[in-house]
């Protein structure tokens, strides 16, 4: 447990084609506790987003101008196969990452993070329909098939879309403790995977 | 099972202190689904809309511009009790979703259903933790208040923030089959809650 006091900034960074569940999914979560966490969303201009799915969130700041921020957090979605070739934005996405506490992906976000060279020496998951996808950009990664989620010090990677809920609580236990993480779950009616080894979706892709 | 074939256009009706997951969830698994779902966000005004949370999504039309629309979705959230106050929006909302098919709401958003009119002679549930404020709003409304969701002909209403997520997979099968939507939920990598009736929350909440 790392604090008990501090306020933490998340900066989410949006790009087009994000996927929606990735970013509102662990939003959700940070975003009750009004006093633990602050959300920054980030994006290649200040302005709307458009998600894969067609809504749109509204970047607050542009990646050019992005603060110190203390959580990254970079979802995943159809968008990541076009930033995984940016090299620009991912020099900026290393720069940026290196100041912060934690760097959090979900879904194919790990594939974005491996790309910019968050990710070596590190264990790390991602989707599990997008997996050859995500370990082909990270090679000196030690990719884990089966997880909901992997905590490897100061990079947290989800599985899939959904994934990324159960992680974020798990980092809120972290940060915070598990009574709160629980409180929180209730508090939202989720049934919070507790567990990082559960993995369904492992199995049903042929990754084990 | 309505149809294997039609488009189905959700108008989600945004406000100011709307919950994040209430609207994101859902749209998530509709948003997947881009051929046989089209969303539209509704706000007060074109715009940025904000969350309770604080990230704000992007209405494309005004409520006093929005066009006829299969399926309606109102989510819950903080902004609920300013809403249920105002007369002109409550008008608004009921004689826009009497052109609708289906009127579906998430979390505290059966409060303001309710308080449109739109629940009366209906089953209905709402959040755990707000359920005698929605059940103040709907003297008509046989509330039900242990469900994960209630479905009664062509309202569909369900408990707190996270449960909207199951409901709309139910609202897929009903529409698109059972397969489908199971295979959405894998592809989300997201365990769904196919049963109604589960809700430990209820109990959590006294409300059993």
Redesign the interface.
Same mark, same amino acid.
């Given at each position: 447990m790392t604090s008990l006091n501090k306020t933490y900034r998340i900066g *989410?960074v949006l790009f087009p084609g994000f996927?929606? +569940?990735d970013?509102?999914?662990p939003?959700?979560m940070?975003? *009750?506790l009004?006093e633990e966490f602050?959300?920054l +969303?980030i994006g290649p201009a200040v302005g709307?987003v458009a998600?894969?799915?067609?809504?749109?969130?509204?970047a607050e700041a542009s990646y050019a101008e992005a603060p110190p921020i203390d959580i990254v957090l970079v979802p995943g979605g159809i968008g990541t196969r076009q930033l995984v070739t940016d090299e620009n934005f991912l020099r900026w996405l290393h720069a940026w990452s290196d100041l912060a506490s934690f760097v959090v992906s979900v879904c194919t976000g790990s594939g974005v993070l491996a790309a910019a060279g968050l990710l070596d020496g590190y264990r790390a998951t991602s989707?599990?329909?997008a997996f050859e996808w995500a370990r082909a950009h990270g090679p000196g990664v030690t990719w884990v098939p089966e997880a909901r989620w992997v905590e490897d010090r100061d990079r947290w990677t989800s599985?899939?879309?959904?994934?990324g809920?159960d992680m974020a609580l798990a980092l809120v236990a972290h940060l915070f403790g598990d009574d709160r993480a629980t409180a929180l779950a209730?508090?939202?009616?989720?049934?919070w995977?507790r567990d990082a080894t559960w993995d369904?979706?492992a199995a049903?892709n042929g990754l084990t």
């Open positions: *989410v996927e929606l +569940l970013v509102f999914g939003l959700e940070f975003g *009750v009004r602050e959300i +969303l709307p998600s894969a799915q067609g809504p749109s969130a509204l989707n599990k329909r599985s899939g879309v959904a994934a809920i209730d508090r939202v009616e989720y049934e995977h369904p979706y049903k």
